[in-house]
Nanobody
Framework: QVQLVESGGGSVQAGGSLRLSCAAS????????MGWYRQAPGKQRDLVAR???????YYADSVKGRFTIARDNAKNTVYLQMNSLKPEDTAVYYC?????????WGQGTQVTVSS
């Protein structure tokens, strides 16, 4: 079956950087969509950034200019470079993707930004 596995979360001070990775396995086709969502305690899960297989991108307003999404289509892998992190970026970050944006989900990785 298809699995998405995230890595790269952790704790960092405000202003720091982290890079998240998500690798899809078990799929024989290229995902049209791959992206990142996040969910803070007590809040809904929101889209952070998404990229299509032809490099179309979307960023939430709150991360524009600070986060960059990238893909390796051959490996069905997506990355999220997060710079200038703020305490409000603290959340569990989930990778998602497929032929529809949320066909498959990863297990999530915690990102904690301290002030």
């Amino acid at each position: 079956q298809v699995q998405l596995v995230e890595s790269g979360g952790g704790s960092v001070q405000a202003g720091g950087s982290l890079r998240l990775s998500c690798a899809a396995s078990g799929s024989t086709f290229r995902f049209l969509f791959m992206g990142w969502y996040r969910q803070a305690p007590g809040k809904q899960r929101d889209l952070v950034a998404r990229m299509t297989s032809n490099s179309g991108t979307y960023y939430a307003d709150s991360v524009k200019g600070r986060f960059t999404i990238a893909r390796d289509n051959a490996k069905n892998t997506v990355y999220l470079q997060m710079n200038s992190l703020k305490p409000e970026d603290t959340a569990v970050y989930y990778c998602a993707g497929g032929q529809d944006p949320t066909d498959y989900w990863g297990q999530g990785t915690q990102v904690t930004v301290s002030s």
